[in-house]
């Protein structure tokens, strides 16, 4: 029995048609989960400001203050705020829809190894935002008040403060995702863990520069973020072992 060739395309038609659907319905979901966590907090715009800028507030010398430069600063600057924690708040949810949109179409043993790399790299990332207001962000910014010249008062716009502090908290985000970063590196073979360890002082020379780059020009803080991410590295590497060593132990053919 002959067959038509035209049902094999409409077959792949309707199949790109369903995952576009599919897409789609995830990436609705994925906007309202955002816009649900972002209605209540824009009712407290001014206080989550507040705590974000309360590092530098403390830090700043007595008879000083942050400024709005701009007449929409005072408006826009929190509520901007307020929409950027909503993305944080909610991105665990979002990484779950495009979990569940990718996951079909991978073999067993990658959602088995997929979906531990997943979970450790959102809560890595919130580790690293942690560590940067709650360590970094006090040292950094009375290391930045007291330098300040003789007769120059430092007072910083809410705006550039805002731009500020959102770059750090997601370059510390992204550091601490270097385990995740060398395990992956190592599973999908484009590194061996015996090369990582040899170069270890590339890698720390690397480290220094990235963190000069991304950090302040002061010694504490590109120090508050290279250490922990070499730190990280080493743990990579001792994750992607244990992991090499249990991959090859499990049997090659999924079920």
Excluded at 79 to 104: D, G, H, R
Excluded at 126 to 140: E, Q, R
Excluded at 208 to 237: H, K, R
């Amino acid at each position: 029995m002959s067959q038509n060739p035209g049902d094999g395309e409409n077959l792949a038609e309707a199949t790109l048609i369903t995952h576009l659907l599919e897409l789609r319905n995830r990436l609705l979901r994925a906007v309202i989960a955002v816009a649900v966590c972002f209605v209540p907090l824009a009712f407290f715009q001014n206080e989550l400001f507040t705590l974000v800028a309360r590092p530098l507030i403390e830090k700043l010398p007595e008879g000083t203050s942050l400024i709005a430069t701009s007449v929409v600063s005072p408006f826009m600057a929190p509520l901007k705020l307020s929409l950027i924690i909503a993305v944080f708040v909610a991105m665990p949810y979002v990484l779950a829809q495009i979990w569940a949109f990718v996951a079909p179409g991978l073999y067993k043993h990658e959602r088995r190894f997929a979906a531990p790399m997943l979970v450790s790299s959102i809560v890595l990332f919130y580790a690293g935002m942690a560590f940067a207001y709650f360590i970094v962000f006090p040292l950094m910014f009375q290391f930045l008040a007291s330098t300040t010249p003789v007769g120059v008062k430092m007072m910083t716009d809410i705006a550039n403060y805002l731009d500020f502090v959102m770059l750090l908290f997601f370059a510390f985000g992204v550091a601490f995702e270097m385990p995740v970063a060398v395990v992956l590196l190592v599973a999908t073979g484009l590194v061996k863990v015996e090369t990582l360890q040899k170069n270890r002082g590339y890698v720390v020379l690397g480290i220094f520069i990235v963190a000069a780059f991304l950090t302040p020009p002061d010694a504490i803080s590109q120090s508050f973020m290279a250490v922990p991410m070499y730190l990280l590295y080493e743990l990579g590497i001792l994750f992607a072992r244990l992991t090499g060593k249990r991959r090859a132990a499990e049997p090659a053919v999924d079920t």
